[in-house]
């Protein structure tokens, strides 16, 4: 299972401190993320108006594994039950990498899903992402960033008490 949150830097709390440029992401979803992390276990804080869509695209698993929770909000898997799916997971690869990695690497069909992941992690890598791992990793991030809702006022609210 391939956990990328160690790479993100933490302040003396344990929140993690995300800058205004949001590592690659927009400001708006590292925003959202930085308020919900200090949140409860499930990362919903009680009385919260958003979807489940929402606290999936927000949360850490689902920006490390993107693919993943883009097919689990596309089943309207509830938010607890997608987010431990998206835990215990190995990152997910687009149709088109699976496609493109088959033509290119001999015994693709024989790799489990961690070693196929670090196959075309690296194929990407070393071949100017003639794979699309990285592409698609991005373009699934995008696609989350449309399923974070806008601000309430219970969001306001637990701010303050914090």
Not at 5 to 27: C, D, E, F, M, Q
Not at 106 to 113: M, S
Not at 123 to 142: E, L
Not at 143 to 149: C, H, I, P, Q, T
Request: aromatic share 10%; net charge neutral; glycine share 6%.
């Amino acid at each position: 299972m391939y956990d990328f949150s160690h790479l993100s830097p933490k302040v003396n709390t344990g929140i993690p401190l995300y800058s205004a440029r949001g590592y690659g992401s927009s400001s708006r979803y590292a925003a959202v993320v930085a308020v919900y992390d200090a949140g409860t276990d499930d990362n919903k804080p009680a009385g919260s108006q958003h979807s489940d869509a929402h606290w999936i695209a927000v949360s850490r698993e689902a920006k490390n594994n993107p693919v993943l929770a883009l097919k689990l909000i596309k089943r309207a898997e509830p938010h607890q039950k997608a987010i431990s799916i998206l835990a215990a997971s190995n990152r997910h690869l687009s149709e088109f990498t699976k496609r493109k990695m088959a033509n290119v690497c001999p015994g693709w069909e024989c790799l489990d899903t961690e070693d196929r992941n670090m196959e075309a992690f690296i194929y990407g890598s070393t071949h100017d992402d003639a794979s699309g791992y990285f592409a698609g990793i991005k373009a699934a991030n995008q696609a989350l960033e449309k399923y974070v809702e806008p601000w309430n006022v219970e969001d306001f609210r637990s701010i303050q008490v914090r």
